[in-house]
Structure formats: structure tokens, C-alpha cells
């Protein structure tokens, strides 16, 4: 069974940088899309960034355009959130999916999507 652990979260100040690692059990990881989410308190879970199983496509929401980088190691079953010039509004709760045989566009949105794996999410606070 696929599973998936987030580790890279803590507490930084606005402008600072973070990065997020997403790393599996599995070394058919790099079979997968995955995509990182967040959820803000009192918000509903919103697609941050996706990446393709073949690295050759990547998403990005437009509020983190520029400043996020996503990235996969395939000898590390990893996948990579290099978050920089870090903002209040990114404090969240980041989680990681995966999926099969799905558009990033559609894993992004949670629509037509069964997703395979949940990472239990990591805390990300951004405050002076």
C-alpha cells in the first residue's frame, strides 16, 4: 500500500523560505502524479502545486506563482516544495497526494479524481 509522509513545515518569518519533502514508500513512486494541498483554518483544501510522473509537466496556483518551486528526486521516492519568499496567507496545513491515470488539472481541483494516498500533512506558519 502506497503511503506518503510530509516532513519540512515549521514556523518562519514573512520573506523566509521553507521546503517541504513528500516521500514515499514505494520505489514506483515515481509512477505517480502528486500534488501538494493546503488548508487554512476555517478554509477549504486548495491545490498548491502538482507535478506530472514524468516530471514533464507541473502546476502551480497563481497565488504561489514565482515563489514555489516543485520538484521530484525518483532515487529518493521524494517529491520536493521549495517554498520561498514565504507570506502570511501560506500558513496552512500542507499535505501530499498521489494519483493514477488523472490530469493535474483535475487532481488540482479534487474533481474525477481517486486519489491513492494522503500524507498526514505538515504545519506551516508564517508570522513575525
Known amino acids: 500500500q502506497l503511503q506518503l509522509v510530509e516532513s519540512g513545515g515549521g514556523l518562519v518569518q514573512p520573506g523566509g523560505s521553507l521546503r517541504l519533502s513528500c516521500a514515499s514508500n514505494?520505489?514506483?513512486?515515481?509512477?505517480?502524479?502528486i500534488c501538494w494541498f493546503r488548508q487554512a483554518p476555517g478554509k477549504e483544501r486548495e491545490g498548491v502545486s502538482c507535478i506530472s510522473f514524468n516530471n514533464a509537466t507541473v502546476k502551480y496556483a497563481d497565488v504561489v506563482k514565482g515563489r514555489f518551486t516543485i520538484s521530484r528526486d525518483k532515487a529518493k521516492s521524494t517529491v520536493y516544495l521549495q517554498m520561498n519568499n514565504l507570506k502570511s496567507e501560506d500558513t496552512a496545513i500542507y499535505s501530499c497526494?498521489?494519483?493514477?491515470?488523472?490530469?493535474?488539472?483535475?487532481?488540482?481541483?479534487?474533481?474525477?479524481?481517486?486519489?491513492?494516498?494522503w500524507g498526514q500533512g505538515t504545519q506551516v506558519t508564517v508570522s513575525s
Open positions: 514505494r520505489f514506483t513512486f515515481y509512477t505517480y502524479n
Open positions: 497526494a498521489a494519483a493514477h491515470l488523472v490530469s493535474l488539472e483535475d487532481m488540482f481541483a479534487q474533481t474525477r479524481v481517486d486519489f491513492l494516498a
